[in-house]
Structures are given as structure tokens and as C-alpha cells.
């Protein structure tokens, strides 16, 4: 049962340190997701990776946010220096894209719930 | 730009009434519709789809959605809504295997 796997589950860290989650898609998918849920904002979509190159980062902070796949099995989000506001739950999906740009579903991991004091 | 827009932010229903949930896209090309249903918790999953083909998709659990291409619209509807449907519910448009685009959500809670 393929599944995307996020770790860690939760996160709580004090302000100024720095975060770094992990997201390991399917085997086989060829696009990559980082999202954030806050209840104020909704989904929001953070970075968005094609054969392991950024195609969209726009809804990222810069200054603070990077995201990097070292590797096709493996996704990284940082957050340096992490800030309260930064609190939410994050969630990795992978999907695969055809070379008709048609794609399948995405497929979402459980999230890392990080809390900032 | 694209977006997608969910009428309803917050819905409260008995159990055996009926759901549809609304939305709308503005994008005047090809599309791939999406809903995904989150239960409290847990992640996003996938409801049901339409890519192409008959306009009226049913989905898992009992859920169906009705693509109206003139009306730019993907509305979710299910006859006879349980307790264990209590969830919130996002609609997603795919205008090219770029990005997903996601409506804010619709909470729904069914009373038992």
C-alpha cells in the first residue's frame, strides 16, 4: 500500500530555531507538493517540485523558507528562523505527471504539525 | 489568475438530509476536477475525479459530482449525508498538470 510518509508527525520548537521537515513520496511520482493548513488561511500551496526541480515557490517566504529534494525519494522543508506565526500543519503530496501533462491525483501524507512558541 | 471558489464555508445538516456543496472555476480551458474530503485529523484524500468522458462522477461513499462545463461549475452532492461525513470538503481544478489549484474548503457537520 504505496503511501506518502511525512516526518516528524509534530514539531514543537522555540522561536529562532530552525525547522526542517521530511516528506518521502510514492515511488514513481514525479511531482511533489508542500502545503500549509492554518485555520485562518486554508490550504495553502508553498512549493511545487517537477522531477526534482522547483517549479513554484512563489508561495514561499524567502527569506525563511526553502524546500529542496536532495533526492527523488526525499523532500525537505526548512523554516530559518522559525517564527510563531509559522505554526500549521504542513503536508507533503506527490502525484505523477504524464508527458501529456495530464496527471492522477494527488496523494497527501499525514502533515507535521510544528508549533512555534 | 485561476481560482476556484467554494460557496459555503460552514455547513450543519442532519443525518439522511441531503448535501451538494458548490463550485466554481474560472479558467476557460481544459480542466481535471477534483474534491478531497479531509475527516478531523487526518489528511486530505481523494473523493472523486473527473478528467473527461460522462459529466456525472461518482465517488467513494456514496458522494457524486456533476461537471457543468458552461457553468464552470463541480458541485458534490450526496442524497443521504451520515455522522461519519463530518468533514471538510475541497475542491481542486488541475488546468494543465502544473499546480492544483484549491478552494478554501467547506466544513461540514452532520448531527446525529
Known amino acids: 500500500d504505496a503511501r506518502v510518509t511525512q516526518t516528524p508527525r509534530h514539531k514543537v520548537t522555540e522561536m529562532g530555531q530552525e525547522v526542517t521537515m521530511r516528506c518521502q513520496p510514492i515511488?514513481?511520482?514525479?511531482?511533489v507538493f508542500w502545503y500549509r493548513q492554518t485555520m485562518m488561511q486554508g490550504l495553502e500551496l508553498l512549493a511545487y517540485f517537477r522531477n526534482r526541480a522547483p517549479l513554484d515557490d512563489s508561495g514561499m517566504p524567502k527569506d525563511r523558507f526553502s524546500a529542496e529534494m536532495p533526492d527523488a525519494t526525499l523532500a525537505t522543508l526548512k523554516i530559518q528562523p522559525s517564527e510563531p506565526r509559522d505554526s500549521a500543519v504542513y503536508f507533503c503530496a506527490s502525484g505523477l505527471v504524464r508527458g501529456d501533462g495530464d496527471y492522477n491525483e494527488q496523494f497527501f501524507g499525514p502533515g507535521t504539525r510544528l508549533t512555534v512558541l | 489568475a485561476q481560482s476556484v471558489s467554494q460557496h459555503n464555508h460552514h455547513v450543519i445538516l442532519s443525518e439522511a438530509a441531503s448535501l451538494e456543496l458548490g463550485c466554481n472555476y474560472s479558467y476557460g480551458g481544459t480542466v481535471n476536477l477534483f474534491w478531497y474530503v479531509q475527516y478531523p485529523g487526518q489528511h486530505l484524500q481523494l473523493l472523486l475525479k473527473?478528467?473527461?468522458?460522462?459529466?456525472l462522477v461518482k465517488g467513494i461513499k456514496g458522494f457524486e459530482a456533476e461537471f457543468i462545463k458552461s457553468k464552470f461549475s463541480f458541485n458534490l452532492r450526496k442524497p443521504s449525508v451520515q455522522w461519519s461525513d463530518t468533514a471538510e470538503y475541497f475542491c481542486a481544478v488541475d488546468t494543465g498538470g502544473f499546480k492544483t489549484i484549491f478552494g478554501a474548503g467547506t466544513r461540514l457537520f452532520v448531527k446525529a
Open positions: 515511488l514513481g511520482h514525479n511531482t
Open positions: 473527473y478528467f473527461s468522458g460522462d459529466p
